[in-house]
């Protein structure tokens, strides 16, 4: 079923009960949505797109998905062999080995975390804009939307990478002969950043790689404390 007539008013109550804070925004994205339901997220038979019950789930996964955000370490059991190379490749106590293991595990819950707060930082700087975030997943290979300058009712959708070789070819697929704007923040193959690209000229010049470090340390220092 399409969205009905009446999407944003049920955005709009759906997400009165989850967080007023959040109306404007959320509302903003079921519009977007019932004019382009090829990005909306997959239903289910007891949520069919566009129903009450599909809207309040959108509701609850935008509003948790910006919830302040916490390093979680993997909780999948190291694979045994790992610290057997290590030792083999290098000289090194088993003491050395064990805080080289926990590093390890924290590096790549940071990995993981790193996306999730690039699109909070560039949310910080680009919502007081006109953008919205979209998030919680609450759209499929958008990671931004904007209605557009013009008044012409189009919209502008941003998809944000955090490096240039992290796109899989789902995302190609859904962006390629649309108007999705792409945009990623390092290089895999040789050092520094790309905010001077960012595609909203506006906004790029409040953008960069020592404030958004700046705003890192702030997350994570107020998030997860020690």
Same mark, same amino acid.
């Given at each position: 079923?399409?969205?009905?007539?009446?999407?944003?008013?049920?955005?709009?109550?759906?997400?009165?009960?989850?967080?007023?804070?959040?109306?404007?925004?959320?509302?903003?994205?079921?519009?977007?949505?019932?004019? @382009?339901? /090829?990005?909306?997220?997959?239903?289910?038979?007891?949520?069919?797109?566009?129903? @009450?019950?599909?809207?309040?789930?959108?509701?609850?996964?935008?509003?948790?998905?910006?919830?302040?955000?916490?390093?979680?370490?993997?909780?999948?059991?190291?694979?045994?062999?790992?610290?057997?190379?290590?030792?083999?490749?290098?000289?090194?106590?088993?003491?050395?080995?064990?805080?080289?293991?926990?590093?390890?595990?924290?590096?790549?819950?940071? /990995? *993981?975390?790193?996306?999730?707060?690039?699109?909070?930082?560039?949310?910080?700087?680009?919502?007081?804009?006109? !953008?919205?975030?979209?998030?919680?997943?609450?759209?499929?290979?958008?990671?931004?939307?904007?209605?557009?300058?013009?008044?012409?009712?189009? !919209?502008?959708?941003?998809?944000?990478? @955090?490096?240039? @070789?992290?796109?899989?070819?789902?995302?190609?697929?859904?962006?390629?002969?649309?108007?999705?704007?792409? !945009?990623?923040?390092?290089?895999?193959?040789? /050092?520094?950043?790309? !905010?001077?690209?960012?595609?909203?000229?506006?906004?790029?010049?409040?953008?960069? /790689?020592?404030?958004?470090?700046?705003?890192?340390?702030?997350?994570?220092?107020?998030? *997860?404390?020690?």
């Amino acid at each position: 079923m399409p969205f009905p007539a009446n999407a944003q008013a049920a955005a709009r109550a759906a997400m009165e009960d989850v967080n007023p804070d959040l109306v404007d925004p959320f509302a903003t994205v079921v519009e977007f949505l019932s004019a @382009n339901p /090829e990005f909306a997220p997959k239903a289910t038979k007891a949520a069919p797109l566009g129903s @009450n019950a599909y809207i309040g789930r959108l509701a609850q996964k935008f509003s948790d998905g910006r919830a302040a955000k916490q390093l979680k370490l993997p909780r999948t059991v190291q694979d045994p062999i790992i610290p057997v190379i290590m030792g083999a490749h290098g000289n090194f106590a088993p003491e050395e080995l064990q805080k080289m293991q926990t590093a390890h595990a924290i590096a790549m819950a940071a /990995e *993981n975390l790193t996306g999730d707060l690039l699109e909070d930082y560039i949310a910080s700087k680009a919502e007081p804009t006109g !953008w919205v975030q979209c998030s919680g997943y609450t759209t499929k290979k958008a990671d931004f939307i904007k209605r557009a300058d013009d008044g012409s009712g189009d !919209w502008k959708i941003l998809q944000i990478k @955090n490096r240039d @070789n992290s796109e899989n070819s789902s995302s190609r697929s859904v962006r390629e002969g649309t108007n999705i704007l792409k !945009w990623h923040r390092t290089f895999a193959r040789k /050092e520094g950043s790309n !905010w001077h690209n960012f595609p909203d000229t506006q906004l790029a010049p409040q953008l960069s /790689e020592q404030d958004f470090q700046a705003y890192v340390v702030q997350q994570m220092t107020s998030n *997860n404390p020690t």
